[in-house]
């Protein structure tokens, strides 16, 4: 998802402010979800049912065991599947296929021992293609990075962004103080312009050997921009939470976990501090099948903002976010997943009219699909996602207008794509249109962006 800034200051805190988790408007979509997974687990598996007899019955065709194994890891039984390739391996030791379709399955269930054990022996074959080894080369250290009781890893992107309205500008030209309708200066309408970009993504994960799979995670994010032209709208931030994930009932109920912790951030704005925040929160995972998750959370911020001398239009200031959520993720199938976040956040301030209640949904889809080149041992994805934010303050700004209260809507809209290249290396883009409408004439915008470069994964 792409961050975004506008030049009015009130929406700087909001946008800046992290994203956080599913309300009611998506709590149905998942029931929905939930009884669609389940009607599709329960389902026949007439032609799993069907190949499994038969390669009972020709234990060396390899072809048919191969066969197989494709319906069932495409119904997502990949226990089935690992049984009939061990099978095969039984037969006929030196299959160096066998090995590494094994490494793939163990991966995915998150048995990175065995992943390791059976990329090594195929690695060790002399026969191996250049395509099944460079995918090897891939994904074996992953899978080592896994075993590991202290898990590092990463994401870096850096590139060029476009955006048609780069300062946020209002979309009617004007802008209210003290209840009149005034217009912008050439200065401040609409301007596109080009930046570059950097983001950083790191995770840190201690995992405490305890034999229930209780974990402390880390989590940091950073962007920053450089405008070519508005300089003087300049991004910099971060933000870092820490906290231990913790196992309720391991043996019972294996997935369902509880994490508390702490976060924090800031956000600098033409070079200057802008917003800042610390505070601590509480998330839980709830698995209710293999493929579905739900997870609720709650997190408290104290915000301090720095609105230099435009104080009284502002409005966004210092104070409390309190913010409620429930996400939801489901793997509709090993190539599509759904993932779906809402919330309800409220926040207070220095005065009433910065007070304000917040309601916001957002969803995405990724699809998976084999990339064209033989080469490229990931596969390419894309995302497109939607997320409806509404804003109420609880008092009209005088400054602004003494008798009409902001009441925002804003749509974001968007597709991202990944594109692999090499190993961990990708090119990244995304393309978004966000519009927002408001009762006042100063928050009222539209934007398109495009945002692209390359992007590394360690």
Avoid at 228 to 235: A, P
Avoid at 412 to 426: D, E, L, Q
């Amino acid at each position: 998802m792409t961050l975004s800034l506008r030049a009015a200051p009130d929406w700087r805190a909001l946008r800046i402010c992290a994203l956080l988790s599913l309300a009611a408007a998506l709590l149905a979509s998942s029931l929905l979800l939930t009884a669609g997974i389940a009607r599709a687990q329960e389902a026949p598996l007439s032609e799993q049912q069907s190949l499994f007899l038969r390669m009972m019955r020709e234990p060396t065709n390899y072809e048919l065991t191969f066969e197989f194994v494709r319906v069932a890891t495409a119904n997502e039984d990949y226990e089935a599947a690992i049984g009939a390739l061990e099978r095969l391996l039984y037969y006929q030791p030196t299959l160096t296929r066998v090995k590494y379709e094994l490494g793939i399955l163990y991966f995915r269930l998150r048995s990175f021992e065995m992943a390791k054990h059976y990329f090594t022996e195929a690695l060790k074959s002399p026969d191996l293609d250049p395509v099944t080894r460079e995918r090897i080369a891939t994904y074996l250290p992953d899978a080592d990075k896994q075993t590991r009781a202290s898990r590092f890893s990463g994401f870096a992107q850096a590139g060029v962004r476009y955006q048609s309205n780069a300062n946020f500008s209002p979309s009617t030209g004007t802008i209210r103080l003290n209840g009149v309708d005034l217009a912008l200066l050439p200065v401040g309408r609409r301007q596109a312009d080009w930046n570059a970009f950097e983001m950083l993504g790191l995770s840190h994960d201690y995992d405490f050997q305890n034999q229930r799979g209780d974990l402390f995670e880390t989590r940091f994010t950073g962007y920053a921009t450089q405008q070519f032209k508005l300089t003087d709208l300049d991004v910099a931030l971060f933000d870092i939470s820490a906290g231990p994930r913790l196992m309720i009932a391991p043996e019972m109920y294996p997935g369902l976990s509880i994490k508390p912790y702490v976060v924090g951030g800031n956000a600098w704005v033409g070079g200057k501090s802008y917003v800042g925040s610390a505070g601590a929160g509480v998330s839980m995972n709830i698995p209710v099948f293999n493929r579905l998750a739900f997870v609720p959370g709650f997190e408290w911020r104290n915000a301090t903002v720095n609105t230099g001398d435009v104080f009284p239009v502002t409005g966004f200031g210092s104070g409390n976010w309190y913010t409620g959520s429930l996400g939801v993720v489901a793997n509709l199938t090993s190539m599509v997943k759904f993932e779906g976040v809402g919330l309800y956040r409220e926040g207070n301030g220095m005065a009433s009219f910065q007070a304000f209640h917040q309601w916001e949904a957002q969803a995405a889809l990724t699809f998976e699909f084999t990339p064209p080149f033989a080469f490229v041992s990931r596969n390419w994805s894309v995302s497109p996602f939607a997320r409806y934010t509404r804003t109420a303050f609880d008092a009209p700004n005088p400054f602004v207008d003494p008798f009409v209260r902001e009441f925002d809507r804003e749509w974001v809209y968007g597709a991202m794509f990944n594109t692999p290249i090499w190993r961990n290396v990708a090119v990244s883009t995304t393309v978004q249109f966000d519009q927002t409408k408001s009762t006042l004439p100063n928050y009222s915008q539209h934007n398109f962006s495009v945002m692209t470069g390359p992007s590394v994964r360690f």
